[in-house]
């Protein structure tokens, strides 16, 4: 059984800090990964999809990579600002999505 | 371009009451799905729906049905609802096969069950 592990579970960091967030999962055997954000009573908004042939994935700040060797996907945020504040979510999918349960950043100004 | 629709974005049921929870993409996509989401216990898969006219059980699926109207639309019910099943439930969907393309969410319908 597929599990997805991110830590931490929380994350404050000061604005204009460059940033990792983690997911770990068991089952190196995936389809694709996907990056999401989810702002507190909203749904989740994708951010990246990264296939299983692909290592990494950009869009403006953000930078997603993936080793599934070692089960492990990044996502990285590069000079942080109070609105990337939300939790940010990875699913793994292969059959079905198993998601993690995410990391809640806040950037402080 | 709307996305993934959810209606109600808020409901409070009595213990017993039913409901029917609606969610409609414009994408064109084949696959949908309907999530509940819980403190503590992350995003759980209620039901699926790899096409139109074709629905399969998720992780949790007691307490509810389902149905896949058309390409557009997959729609949730409640027979009788109960506290149990206070949360917030999502609805997504994505081109292709199931859990392959990009996987699109809607913005949520809260449910309370008094």
Known sequence: KQEVTQIPAALSVPEGENLVLNCSFTDSAIYNLQWFRQDPGKGLTSLLLIQSSQREQTSGRLNASLDKSSGRSTLYIAASQPGDSATYLCAVRRGKSTFGD????TVKP | NAGVTQTPKFQVLKTGQSMTLQCAQ?????????????????????????????????????????????????????????????????????????????????????????
């Not at chain 2, 064109?28 to 216990?41: A, C, K, L, T, V």
């Not at chain 2, 019910?77 to 109960?82: G, K, Q, V």
């Not at chain 2, 949360?87 to 809607?106: H, R």
């Open chain 1, 102 to 105: 995410g990391t809640t950043l």
């Open chain 2, 26 to 114: 414009d994408m064109n996509h084949n696959s949908m799905y309907w999530y509940r989401q819980d403190p503590g216990m992350g995003l759980r898969l209620i039901y699926y729906s790899a096409s139109e006219g074709t629905t399969d059980k998720g992780e949790v699926p007691n307490g509810y049905n389902v149905s896949r109207l058309n390409k557009r639309e997959f729609s949730l019910r409640l027979e009788s609802a109960a506290p149990s099943q206070t949360s917030v439930y999502f609805c997504a969907s994505n081109l292709g096969q199931l859990n392959t393309g990009e996987l699109f969410f809607g913005e949520g319908s809260r449910l309370t069950v008094l």
